[in-house]
DNA sequence: GCAATCCTCCGACAGTTGTAGTAGGCTTAC
DNA sequence: GTAAGCCTACTACAACTGTCGGAGGATTGC
């Protein structure tokens, strides 16, 4: 088992969330956090994760007053491009114009959403016809 | 470590790809599949991985002459649904808007997914305008 | 000053995953 | 009939994961 290491398990990720949402925390804190949103979880076992966070290098810490204060290293955006780039690739053959297709049907929309993605669209949309104009003439 | 005994971790998915992409095949011919395709592994290690898929319920088989042949019994929509889930829950608040929307502007499309975007968009639009007016009257 | 708290470190343990070797049972080409 | 192949079953093992308990040091309420 190879290139593993950088890789977040489930439970670290949820950890990780903790710190995207609530910025820099305590251990203490991100265990209250989980624990207020149902996820019974004992603090030594927060303390495990977020150590192996840290020499993962997706957290960093330092120490304040009495504990350690981590904080995410990894951004957001950058886990989720990995693992859309992962879902893609395995389950979708590479080409993600199906997954965004089966998520337009199934997925609600706010108003806004609904305005950006024909925005999207119509660009693309333009994009195609250029195409189409090359091919013919 | 309750309920994980259904999921699948990625060198399952990985033959059970080659299962739904070639339909139901014995060891051996999961086994080439996958060597041919650059995935340097043991026979023995894929006939695992097929063992334990089956003990997740996951495929099923039928020994044919000399061989077992394996199928998948879960389908690729399925997990695709699933996995699905789980990335918009875990990486989208569980809001898929923000994941299309990242999807649409980092992801080439065929014309004919362009064409089959902006059905969706405008079906939606319609939605929302109806909506509107429901608001405003 | 000392018991109650907190904090981190270390070790542990079972279940999962990736990987494969070996043993032993059929098939088949001679 | 026997060696060469193929097939599965069983075993093994290290790394990764989820989960904690206890040891031992610092802080603080009283």
Redesign the interface.
């Known amino acids: 088992m190879a290139e593993r290491s950088s890789e977040l398990s ?1 439970a670290e ?2 950890v990780l ?1 903790v710190l995207w949402e609530a910025g820099p925390s305590t251990v203490r804190q991100i265990h209250g956090h989980l624990r207020r949103s149902g996820r019974q979880v004992a603090y030594t076992t927060v303390l495990t994760f977020l150590t192996r966070l840290e020499h993962k290098g997706v957290v960093a810490s330092d120490k304040e007053n009495m504990a350690y204060v981590y904080r995410p290293v990894l951004s ?1 955006g950058k ?2 491009k990995t ?2 780039k992962n ?1 893609v690739e ?3 053959d590479g080409a ?2 199906e ?7 199934t ?1 609600k ?3 806004d ?2 305005e ?3 925005t ?2 119509e660009q ?2 333009e994009k ?1 016809k250029r ?2 104009r090359a091919v013919e003439g």
């Open positions: 489930p990720l949820e969330n957001r886990v989720r693992r859309l879902l395995q389950l979708y993600a114009g997954l965004v297709l089966q998520l337009m049907k997925q929309f706010s108003p959403e609904i950006q993605l024909r999207l669209v693309l949309d195609k195409g189409d």
